[in-house]
């Protein structure tokens, strides 16, 4: 089977979505406004001669037109880093104000939380939590030729995080960027639907609700929790978010995203979920020419 297929009734233009998958990545960059800013940045690919171009909706975003991410030297340098336009939504929602206490909760490469810790401006506590040593190293590589110094890495479960190295406490924000069928990614990587099958869904889609309760659980009431994938599947997306509002003290809350995008599904294979569900964002690769996504910020109320 071509498992796109089975998103096809959720899609608004099935054929500009098969298009688009097909199609290769735009290759985009963003400015860590930690080592440098926005027109330096621009000054530094012009004098390199690197054509690039601005994306509309986040002035730390530049599509280069024909050149890769990593070959230049202000990427060496650390005042730009590789990073998929979609996968600068989630930290953008979360939206964290300088001294504030985030856990990113499956955190590794650390494209997210190099971002957030330049939201942050380097101030407060980016906890970066990952359960891969190998991706861990590749974090930790980040952060370091990114001059991040508000980052603390833990080895651990997302799932069963311990707050005790951290004392102060409940987290204001979470980010939980979860691992996923990655169906969204195929236009960077074709094979990845090679191996899909739906008990690895339903596997992954387990880990992501746990993963997700242990971030309501760990955050202030009051404080904020954002929910992103990389794939289209809704027992990844919409099922998770309907099992957490039921199993923890929360709420979806509507966001801005100056995006095309659609709103998330209530209803997949025979099961209903629950209608808040409409206010997570669904992003299809023929949107917005990017990979595709889905993303929900919600509310801790207790
Ligand atoms: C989508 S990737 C995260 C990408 C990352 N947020 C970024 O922007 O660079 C999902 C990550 O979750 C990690 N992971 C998988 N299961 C986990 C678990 N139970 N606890 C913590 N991390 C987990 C994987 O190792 C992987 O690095």
């Known amino acids: 089977m071509n498992v796109l297929e089975r998103y096809e009734p959720l899609v608004d233009d099935v054929e500009a979505f098969y298009d688009a998958c097909r199609r290769s990545l735009p290759s985009v960059v963003r400015v860590n406004t930690i080592k440098t800013t926005v027109e330096r940045a621009k000054r530094a690919l012009a ?13 730390t975003l530049f599509r280069l037109l024909d050149d890769q991410p990593g070959a230049n030297w202000p990427y060496v340098h650390g005042w730009l880093h590789g990073q998929e336009e979609v996968s600068a939504v989630p930290a953008r929602v979360l939206d964290p104000d ?8 499956c ?19 980016v906890v970066a939590t990952d359960n891969n040593l190998g991706r861990i190293s590749a974090l930790r590589s980040n952060t ?48 990845v639907l090679e191996d899909w099958t739906v008990e690895h869904v339903e596997g992954i ?33 919409e099922a998770v978010l309907d099992h957490v509002l039921d199993a923890e003290p929360c709420r979806i809350e509507p966001f801005d995203l100056p995006l095309e995008h659609t709103s998330g599904v209530t209803a997949w294979h025979g099961k209903q979920f629950d209608p808040a569900v409409q206010g997570a964002k669904r992003i299809y690769p023929h949107h917005n020419d990017t990979g595709g996504f889905f993303c929900a910020r919600l509310a801790v109320t207790g």
């Open 47 to 59: 004098a390199e001669d690197i054509a690039f171009e601005v994306t509309e909706w986040n002035p």
């Open 98 to 105: 300088p001294g504030e206490r985030i856990w990113d909760a």
């Open 107 to 125: 955190a590794a490469p650390g494209s997210k939380t190099t971002q957030l810790a330049a939201l942050l401006g380097d101030t407060g506590l």
């Open 144 to 191: 370091e030729r990114l001059g991040v110094t508000n980052v603390a890495v833990t080895a651990e479960d997302a799932r069963t995080h311990s707050l005790k190295p951290f004392p102060q406490a409940e987290y204001d924000r979470a980010l939980v960027d979860a691992p996923c069928s990655c169906e969204g990614t195929v236009r960077k990587n074709p094979d």
């Open 205 to 237: 889609a387990s880990v992501q609700k746990g993963a997700l309760r242990r971030a309501v659980q760990a955050t202030r009431e009051g404080g904020t929790v954002v929910y992103s994938t990389c794939t289209f599947a809704p027992e990844e997306n």
